[in-house]
């Protein structure tokens, strides 16, 4: 798999080495002076099952492990098991494998974390062992003596930082944690509820990192940093250092703090202060430093992301006592309220941020890969979006490092049901109650995250509830931890409205679905999910993996079940329990509205036009609305990504390959953009602009084109937009009012004739109907669907691509198509039966009819390619389609594969899934990562609704 240059870069200096250390102890200590910090790099696991249940002896120097598991520095069980091919994920993973590969049993006992290190113990120094999250519960030894047991040391998110100084032995000293079994009922762990099957050993392990470190009598602990500036213009601002001390000494001592924040522009600032501790004492230590004329950090979107380093150390006379880990921050102000709906609303910098992001997954086994994760980001913001929202999956501190670099907000907190929300008025969850002990372990957990994600100019806000708000013995504990510690962004109840705390008041985020498909013009009503307020997690489900990515985890069996089992419930779907176990709801959308599917591949295709249509009319809604009398004020699209491979729930598959869902979102999530209203009796059309800095003439041009490619409707309309807001500039009634299925085209231009947005519709004569009243809490049936079947009879096209020599410069040309966009319009459309409405799904009583698209001439292409230019390790190649048939070309899907056939992931594609009216030549770009072969040759295979037989596009370096 390639990893695109950028997101290594950005990834290379967070990546931790995990891989095998050698079998016997290092004879270098890892912490040699004061100051020194280190992670354990490595550990042998194994089973209690295997191993004396003298805990005692097994942690003293010595004893053999020669026959355990070689593990890296953090990992579950079933993370080791796999990082020494016990079992590989890709068997693991396909079709119901996983049912029946792995002994469940083995993970019914706890399992042992050990490793030797090598110390050489000074005088007058302390030395410290820092656990960061085991999950859920654990012993901790050292050279034979326990530290800490399974009573205290609970919860997957609880660091402990112990003092060992008085342990320490000359030479070998052994390490040793005993992790106990996980249940997710029982315990605080990461657990995926219906997203995908439990992990076999429900994530047991120590999932984070085991830290070292090296002190004289003085010690720093928990460094913040705030600033104090507001979001408006100013020539300075003050910094707020906040460093607990600590003299782990038996008598009292005098010193001081010195050190420096390190300006974006290399320059330093320095700050210092005098400390005077007693002997075992603890306290606060406040410094204080002006920064002139401060670079402020913006969301990727509106800015640059400077950023401040703070480098701080403990001295007693002229030594060293303690080194701070590096603490780095921006200066930006984040604030949120409730506006006069009640719905939340957040303001970066002083500017109204319209939320839109969606919902990340951790790996299924908790593997952390940054440069995986730093795709996935480059991802989000390639599709338009802001913000990522962690439900619970906090992962490691790299990925806030992570998001601070690119401009990527983070909606972080706590998981949904389980133990977490196992709240005394909670009837909906299984989770166990909480007793006593359970907030004593919540307030670590809150201590240990917010120290963690202080000061990262990326977070946007903790949600200390997910799906049910903290009691009133809870809330209270998560948020004073939070201002302990300094919080500077919202501290939010929870993700819904069913309730709240006293002390924190309404979340204003609604959480009313759905989670299952709905038709388009759902989200431009006024109901439940539609585009109004903020809506925490909600989707259309979708999410379809292409053929290639399928053949990967699928046996040809299972995929022939995707469309000649419409009803079946699939393993790879949610849980057997869930109400998501099959594809049903979708299904009887796609037959409805396309036809039944007359092959694997015309299914497949049906299912990329239904998940980008989906996720368009999202975004573009929630886009469109930001400026309504009640607005739009937040999105998060459920989900982002999955633990596993997964056939929904997704804007891009398990091996990051993007497809409908991704494309529909990303023209959906363009800066400057003109969308169609779906639902609205005129036909209204919107100019979005979520820009700070663009505003003036537009010009949109109108074209509404029949299946026949004959012309309806051509016209321009004259706009003016204005930064950071949205408004119906035209209408086109004539969408609204069709016999067949047609085509309707929108071409937003600034004053320079530069295309910003081009979006094409597929429209149908007859509308979805919700019904309402019979709607679940994650779906709003149809009773009438809108009917796309009279597309199957579109003509051929002739369709001819070239592929231009590869470029490597970033940016735009003044001729080049920023933005481009296609709707298909049905006679019919999409009736929602609100009344009947679910918290996941809203009936639709008429579904709007695609049928005719069925008769669609076809279209015929044929491709050439110039030689690539490669540079910095990245190569991007310009695409250039033509259409030269009398009929569109409807929904080109176009993919890059390697001279073997595979697929080349991850990929950016500046457009897909194209349709282009007769005689359109559209420009198209693709990026990819060019690895350290000196020569490649691949191709671009190309194929659409009414396009087939296509000669690929050949391209080399």
Not at 346 to 356: E, I
Not at 402 to 410: C, E, F, P, S, Y
Not at 637 to 657: E, G, I, R, V
Not at 855 to 877: F, Q
Request: hydrophobic fraction near 40%; proline fraction near 4%.
């Amino acid at each position: 798999m390639r990893f695109l240059s950028l997101s290594l870069a950005v990834a290379a200096a967070f990546a931790r080495v995990a891989t095998a250390s050698p079998a016997r102890a290092n004879d270098e200590s890892p912490v040699k002076n004061a100051g020194d910090a280190a992670a354990i790099k490595g550990w042998y696991m194994q089973s209690t099952v295997h191993v004396s249940s003298d805990m005692l002896a097994v942690s003293k120097p010595g004893f053999d492990t020669s026959s355990w598991y070689r593990v890296g520095s953090r990992g579950t069980v079933m993370a080791g098991l796999l990082e020494n091919n016990v079992y590989n994920d890709a068997d693991l993973f396909f079709s119901d494998n996983l049912k029946t590969m792995v002994d469940q049993s083995q993970f019914n006992v706890p399992w042992l974390y050990r490793e030797e290190l090598t110390f050489n113990p000074a005088n007058n120094q302390r030395y410290f062992l820092e656990t960061n999250g085991i999950s859920s519960k654990a012993d901790v030894y050292l050279n034979g003596k326990q530290l800490a047991s399974k009573e205290t040391l609970t919860g997957a998110y609880a660091g402990e930082k112990f003092d060992i100084t008085q342990h320490l032995l000359k030479g070998r000293n052994a390490v040793l944690i005993r992790a106990y079994p996980t249940n997710y009922l029982k315990d605080f762990a990461l657990g995926y509820v219906d997203w995908n099957p439990y992990p076999p050993d429900n994530g047991t392990g120590v999932w984070r990192e085991v830290v070292v470190s090296q002190t004289g009598p003085v010690s720093l602990l928990k460094p913040r940093v705030v600033t104090d500036y507001t979001g408006k213009a100013t020539s300075s601002v003050t910094a707020t250092i906040n460093i607990v001390v600590k003299n782990s000494g038996t008598t009292s001592v005098k010193g001081t703090l010195k050190g420096s924040i390190k300006e974006p522009c290399g320059a330093n600032i320095p700050v210092s202060a005098s400390y005077n501790l007693k002997a075992n004492e603890t306290k606060t230590v406040t410094l204080t430093a002006k920064i002139k004329d401060p670079q402020i950090w913006w969301p990727k979107a509106w800015g640059a992301q400077p950023l401040y380093a703070l480098d701080i150390a403990a001295y007693i006379g002229s030594k060293v006592s303690d080194c701070a880990a590096q603490r780095t921050f921006g200066v930006r102000h984040v604030t949120s309220s409730l506006n006069s709906h009640e719905d939340r609303a957040f303001a970066v910098n002083g500017h109204p941020f319209l939320v839109t992001g969606a919902g990340y997954s951790a790996d299924m086994f908790l593997r952390f890969d940054p440069a995986k994760l730093a795709q996935q980001f480059e991802y989000i913001l390639d599709m338009g979006q802001n913000t990522v929202r962690l439900e619970g999956k906090q992962e490691h501190p790299e990925l806030y490092d992570i998001a601070d670099r690119m401009g990527l907000m983070v909606l972080a907190g706590w998981e949904c049901c389980d133990k977490w929300e196992g709240w005394s008025y909670n009837d909906e969850a299984d989770g166990v109650k909480w007793v006593d002990a359970d907030y004593v372990t919540a307030e670590r957990q809150m201590e240990h995250e917010a120290y963690m994600m202080q000061g990262h100019a990326s977070l946007l806000g903790f949600l200390v509830g997910s799906d049910f708000w903290p009691d009133e013995r809870a809330s209270p504990i998560y948020v004073n931890k939070l201002k302990e510690l300094d919080w500077d962004v919202p501290i939010i109840a929870s993700a819904s409205l069913r309730g709240f705390p006293k002390n924190l008041g309404s979340s204003g985020m609604k959480m009313d679905g759905p989670y299952d498909w709905v038709p388009p013009n759902y989200w431009y009503d006024t109901q439940l999910g539609a585009a109004f307020g903020f809506g925490s997690e909600l989707g259309s489900g979708v999410g379809t993996p292409e053929l290639s990515s399928l053949k990967k985890f699928l046996t040809e069996a299972d995929i022939n079940d995707l469309w000649t089992a419409p009803d079946k419930g699939l393993y790879h779907m949610s849980t057997i329990q869930s109400s998501f176990y099959d594809r049903k709801i979708y299904n009887d959308a796609l037959y409805a509205r396309y036809g039944a599917p007359t092959s694997l591949e015309d299914y497949l295709l049906k299912s990329q036009a239904m998940d980008y249509e989906a996720t368009r009319s999202e975004f573009e809604a929630y886009s469109a609305l930001q400026s309504a009398d009640r607005p739009s004020t937040g999105i998060i699209y459920w989900m982002l990504n999955n633990a596993w491979p997964s056939l929904h729930w997704n804007l891009f598959d398990y091996y990051l390959k993007p497809a409908g869902s991704y494309f529909g979102a990303k023209i959906g999530g363009r800066a400057e953009h003109v969308a169609f209203g779906y639902g609205s009796t005129k036909g209204d059309v919107w100019l979005i602009n979520h820009t700070l800095d663009k505003k003036g003439a537009r010009s949109i041009k109108i074209d509404l084109l029949s299946k026949d490619g004959k012309t309806l409707v051509s016209r321009s309309v004259a706009a003016t937009t204005t930064p950071n807001h949205s408004k119906s500039v035209a209408t086109v009634p004539e969408a609204t009012a069709l016999k067949e299925a047609a085509f309707l085209r929108l071409v937003l231009s600034n004053s320079a004739n530069e295309v910003l947005s081009r979006n094409v519709y597929w429209l149908a004569p007859t509308v979805d109907k919700l019904d309402w009243d019979n709607s679940t809490w994650y779906y709003t049936p149809v009773t009438q669907f809108a009917s796309y079947q009279s597309l199957a009879t579109i003509k051929r096209a002739e369709l001819s691509a070239t592929a231009g020599s590869a470029v490597v410069a970033d940016g735009n040309s003044a001729n080049e198509v920023l933005s481009r966009n296609v709707y298909w319009l049905a006679p019919t459309v999409d009736k929602l039966d609100w009344d009947n409405s679910t918290w996941y799904y809203t009936p639709v009583t008429q579904f709007a009819s695609y049928q005719s698209l069925a008769t669609i001439k076809r279209a015929e292409l044929s491709a050439t390619a110039g030689s690539a230019v490669v540079a910095d390790g990245k190569v991007k190649v310009v695409v250039t389609l033509e259409n030269k048939a009398t009929v569109a070309a409807h929904f080109v899907r176009l993919e890059l594969r390697d001279g073997e056939g595979e697929d080349v992931l991850p990929v950016v594609w500046s457009d897909n899934y194209v349709t282009l009216w007769p005689g359109e030549k559209v420009v198209l770009s693709v990026g990819w990562a060019a690895g350290e072969a000196e020569s490649w040759e691949g191709k671009v295979d190309i194929s659409g609704i009414n396009v087939e037989g296509v000669e690929a596009v050949v391209v080399k370096w």
